[in-house]
């Protein structure tokens, strides 16, 4: 039978393939065919893996078996710096535009162990660097909603895929928003867990401190099972922890949560009205579903912006030093090896990728290093600090997810610090290690187009289940 | 105020080359970040500058072969740009003969 894929959840398809409705293989090709459609638009997926319905008959044999679980069958999207055996792998990079991985990144066999069917890998930010969906050496991504605004970034292709039911799930990778930002833009769900709660093996690594890996879905129902199906300790990432912090007790759910509010941060300059209005009037419906809001002072958050352009281009410059042209990916030939590197990483990389390479050089030189990079490093545990003491009196924080709505293609290319004001809101929860999420909150109007914008919660450290919870509930208030 | 011969120290520190017409360009982009990111010096930390590790502790494994060998040469070599094959250097192991991945001139 035809599946219509536009409606259709993680959850949802789960119970359809079970009750036979439609076997793994009719889903995947519905997926398919409606992916590759709405591609021609937005450039969501640089590639479509060949292999799904191979993989999707491998999924309809575990059904047949019994040995389901929640994501067999349940056609997924890979963000394109995330290896897949086998797979052109290239992080939306001319340096890579012919690397193969080698391997499986642990997500990606955990994906493939629970019989999930990986239908393509999808555009992004050159090593996931921007806000926007424009460095992807492979074209701009395209928002759905509006195919003259940006998806947002770098996860632009995952929240495309997702938002237009070109998969019913997605990875991403998250360093500063990466996750969060293109979600609200697409109006999905997008959630960054804790630092250490999903392994990083077979993540190309952008700035190691800040990455982490996460889902996008339709729901938040769905963002659970896909970060449940993700999560947990590898010995492959020594960064991960081990199981027990991972998997939490259920005892400790609370009904009714304290909303921490930080109006100051929220309310200062160059955020459009529309969405500060969006934000109250949500929190208001949640006050009215039974949960407390609590006006909270965290004076140094407008500091992990600055912090985090000092440590991620920092981090960056050294992480990628790999891409020499010797082993793999684009190649300059020269006479003397050095020169190799020179011309390699000069052709190959973008302009994006040049500047922050050469802006975490320059925090990292002597002269430097302790104005900036250990100046920062020491603002980074002031802020830890007090986030940490706020969530003794909060269960979570909010913020909204983004300043605006998605932008217009190419409005703010040309002035970077411009771009990089774009992660004021979703920064912290990378400076601190903490989870994220961003979910629908409502649209707003733009030149005759409702844009979807988002909400986002932090909560502290391996509480994202007080996420999941506080998400549901906006899903509630918010239809 | 970066200039172009700051620009062009970075490029040599970072092994990237950087085009004349884009030096300008990248002084002046990275001289606003730096000015955007120079708030943090506002912000008081403590005397210890020393930045403290928290909570974090290392992690060690055994210093043994997780792949056996050769398992993933061949792919790891299909990916290499320039390579060539040799023989087995003396004592050296069945799966170490044949490819190489081969660089330019050093010195």
């Known amino acids: ?479 | 105020m970066l200039k172009k011969e700051d620009i062009e120290h970075l490029s040599t520190l970072a092994r990237i080359a950087i085009s004349e017409e884009e030096k300008a360009e990248l002084a002046a982009q990275i001289d606003t970040v730096l000015e955007y990111v120079s708030a943090i010096s506002k912000v008081t930390t403590p005397a210890k500058d020393i930045p403290s590790a928290g909570d974090l502790h290392n992690v060690l494994r055994d210093d043994d072969n997780v792949y056996a060998g050769g398992e993933y040469t061949e792919a790891i070599l299909t990916n290499a740009p320039r390579k060539e094959d040799l023989p087995a250097p003396r004592g050296a192991t069945a799966w170490q003969a044949g490819g190489y991945i081969k660089v330019g001139q050093i010195m």
């Open chain 1, 1 to 479: 039978m035809a599946v219509d894929v536009t409606k259709l959840t993680i959850a949802e398809a789960g119970r359809g393939l079970r009750s036979k409705k439609y076997s793994a293989k009719e889903l995947t090709e519905a997926v398919l065919f409606h992916a590759k459609k709405k591609n021609a638009t937005t450039n969501a997926f640089a590639e479509f893996f060949d292999d799904a319905i191979a993989e999707a008959e491998r999924a309809d044999n575990m059904l047949r078996e019994g040995k389901e679980t929640a994501l067999t069958g349940i056609p997924i999207a890979i963000k394109d710096n995330m290896l897949v055996r086998g797979k052109l792998s290239t992080s939306g990079s001319k340096i890579l535009s012919n690397h193969r991985a080698v391997y499986d990144g642990t997500v990606i066999k955990k994906l493939k162990a629970a019989g999930a069917v990986l239908v393509g890998r999808t555009n992004m930010d050159e090593f996931a660097m921007g806000s926007s969906s424009e460095t992807c050496a492979w074209g701009s991504v395209k928002n759905p909603a509006d195919p003259t605004r940006v998806p947002g970034g770098s996860s632009g292709g995952s929240a495309a895929a997702v938002a237009m039911s070109g998969a019913l799930g997605a990875l991403g990778s998250d360093t500063g928003g990466s996750i969060r930002q293109p979600a609200a833009f697409c109006g999905v769900v997008g959630m960054k867990p804790t630092y250490g709660a999903v392994s990083r093996y077979g993540l190309m690594a952008m700035a190691s401190s800040l990455d982490q890996i996460g889902p996008f879905a339709k729901t938040v129902d769905d963002a659970e099972i896909l970060y449940h199906a993700i999560a947990g300790h590898d010995p492959f990432d020594s960064t991960t922890f081990p199981e027990e912090y991972v998997r939490k007790k259920e005892n400790d759910k609370k009904e009714k949560l304290v909303i921490g509010v930080p109006e100051s941060f929220v309310s200062m300059e160059g955020i459009d009205n529309d969405v500060r209005e969006n934000f109250h009037a949500t929190l208001k419906k949640l006050a009215e579903a039974g949960h407390s809001l609590r006006t909270i002072e965290l004076l140094s958050l407008p500091y992990a912006l600055p912090v985090y352009y000092v440590l991620m281009p920092a981090e960056v410059s050294a992480n990628l030093a790999r891409y020499d042209g010797i082993r793999y990916g684009y190649a300059k030939d020269a006479e003397r090896l050095a020169d190799v590197y020179r011309e390699s990483r000069g052709e190959g990389f973008g302009k994006e990728v040049r500047r922050r390479i050469l802006l975490g050089t320059y925090v990292l030189s002597a002269g430097y290093y302790d104005a900036y990079y250990n100046k920062a490093v020491a603002v980074r545990s002031v802020i830890i600090d007090e986030l940490k003491s706020a969530f003794r009196e909060v269960d979570v924080i909010a913020t909204p997810t983004t300043t605006s709505p998605a932008f217009r293609l190419g409005e703010r290319s040309a002035d970077p610090l411009k771009m990089y004001l774009e992660d004021i809101f979703t920064v912290p929860a990378n400076i601190a290690g903490i989870p994220g999420i961003s979910v629908p909150s409502g649209t707003v109007l733009r030149d005759g187009t409702r844009l979807p914008i988002g909400l986002q919660f932090m909560a502290a450290q391996f509480e994202e289940d007080k996420l999941f919870a506080i998400g549901k509930e906006v899903e509630q208030v918010c239809p």
